[in-house]
């Protein structure tokens, strides 16, 4: 491999609730199933970079995949990743990254890159947690796991925006608001000291606000969980409110002679939720089908990765963290050894395959998964399953009765994998976005 440019700069952009086909570069489609434009700019990022159509998130639901993101570890080490996720409860001393643990940002800023989170936490409440306690030298955004994107305030109608520990307040959207400061942030770094951007957006999470949407967000007050909102058009207007604003950001990046030596990834914390497009895949959030944690998945990085590039290696959030750390020569803290991947190999050849096991498990409907190669073993509700995810990516032909024999390694291996990490406690608590009482649920 040749060697490593100066230290680039890093941009890791992460939507929320978004389906693995809501971008056109994955599928998107209108109500009629029509291709849809909902997002040029990614689009051509890219045909820019490198597109993996196998990333996995680390979880199907946000703050444990947003816990594996920071440390570059399985989330299960660390008792909040436990939650499904962690709920609004303020002033909890235990359920958050906690600020001696070293993360990708700590590490990153020990080397003395320039660190800052713009947009959603939602890894624990001040004053025991937090952005600044977590490496980051500025944090514009929102500690909870949603966010109103006119009120600004939490799902329990709190206020909730802030500028380091300040609250902050400021007229606009949400996802305008989170875009300009990304990109400001961009055009004010000097050319001497690298930096790393976590712009963490709220989009597309409920509530369903567009930008002319100011008058729903007085409807709903700021609470619940707009259940008696919303639309596919809608949805995917917010879609494409996020990827002009990522366009803003790229766009300062070329205006300093930033691109080329600039790593810009994109991708979501689980995947989508009420109106995503997860095609081809069978369920959604909170599931460990392919539907709840396969994602949209891109990089671009011109003086490493070849425009146009592809790959099917599978991957999970956590390995950016690795890969991050690798391109910018920094190591990790030899006391919390990563569980992540680096993935440099891959920028200089798409079909580099380290051929290891993924694995997954949630308390919710006590769900287990293990993804080896082409296959993978699943357990839901107590009942064993196994799929050729490549061949079936819509996981509807089940395995288990012709491969017994593959269904027993692979269910070894994730027992032996589950073994090496702290329990899920008994106390760790399931909050569902929605139940029967809000809306209908398929039979199949």
């Not at 990046?253 to 080329?260: F, I, M, N, P, T």
């Not at 990563?338 to 395959?353: H, K, R, V």
């Not at 190669?373 to 357990?379: A, E």
């Amino acid at each position: 491999m040749p060697a490593l440019p100066q230290r680039p700069n890093l941009v890791f952009i992460l939507a929320d609730d978004l389906g693995y086909a809501d971008l056109g570069c994955t599928g998107a489609r209108d109500a009629a199933s029509r291709p849809v434009d909902v997002s040029p700019r990614l689009d051509a990022m890219a045909a820019q970079g490198l597109r993996c159509t196998r990333g996995y998130s680390n979880s199907a639901v946000c703050s444990p995949t947003r816990f594996a993101l920071a440390t570059g570890r399985w989330q299960y080490r660390l008792r909040g990743a436990a939650e499904e996720p962690i709920a609004s409860v303020h002033g909890d001393k235990v359920l958050g990254l906690p600020p001696e643990h070293p993360t990708l940002p700590s590490l990153l800023r020990g080397a003395g890159y320039v660190t800052a989170l713009v947009g959603k936490w939602h890894l624990g409440y001040p004053p025991h947690f937090g952005p600044r306690l977590s490496g980051y030298e500025a944090f514009y955004g929102f500690h909870a796991g949603g966010a109103d994107y006119f009120a600004h305030c939490d799902p329990r109608g709190r206020p909730d925006f802030w500028e380091n520990e300040a609250p902050h307040e400021e007229e606009g959207y949400l996802t305008d608001l989170l875009s300009r400061r990304a990109a400001d942030f961009v055009r004010r770094q000097s050319a001497d000291r690298p930096f790393l951007l976590s712009l963490h957006y709220s989009a597309p999470h409920w509530p369903w606000l567009t930008r002319d949407d100011q008058e729903e967000s007085r409807r709903i007050g700021g609470f619940g969980k707009h259940t008696d909102g919303g639309s596919l058009e809608t949805y995917q207007r917010m879609v494409h409110h996020m990827d002009e604003g990522i366009g803003w950001v790229l766009d300062a990046l070329a205006e300093r002679g930033l691109s080329d030596n600039t790593l810009v990834v994109f991708t979501s914390d689980n995947g989508g939720e009420r109106f995503s497009n997860n095609w081809p895949f069978v369920g959604q959030k909170m599931d460990l089908l392919e539907g709840g944690i396969r994602v949209p998945l891109l990089a671009r990085w011109p003086a490493r990765i070849a425009a146009g590039s592809v790959s099917d290696t599978p991957s999970l959030t956590m390995d950016w963290t690795a890969t991050f750390l690798a391109a910018a020569g920094v190591q990790a803290h030899p006391d919390y050894p990563l569980d992540g991947t680096s993935l440099l190999p891959l920028f200089g050849d798409p079909a580099w395959n380290p051929e290891r096991d993924l694995c997954w498990r949630m308390k919710h409907r006590g769900q287990r998964a293990l993804v080896r190669g082409r296959h993978k073993y699943l357990v839901v509700d107590g009942v064993e399953y196994l799929f050729d995810v490549v061949a079936d990516p819509r996981e509807r032909a089940n395995l288990q009765g012709r491969e017994p024999g593959l269904l027993a390694e692979l269910r070894a291996a994730w027992a032996a994998w589950d073994a090496g990490l702290p329990p899920i406690p008994d106390e760790a608590k399931v909050s569902l976005v929605f139940t029967r009482q809000d809306l209908p649920q398929a039979t199949f």
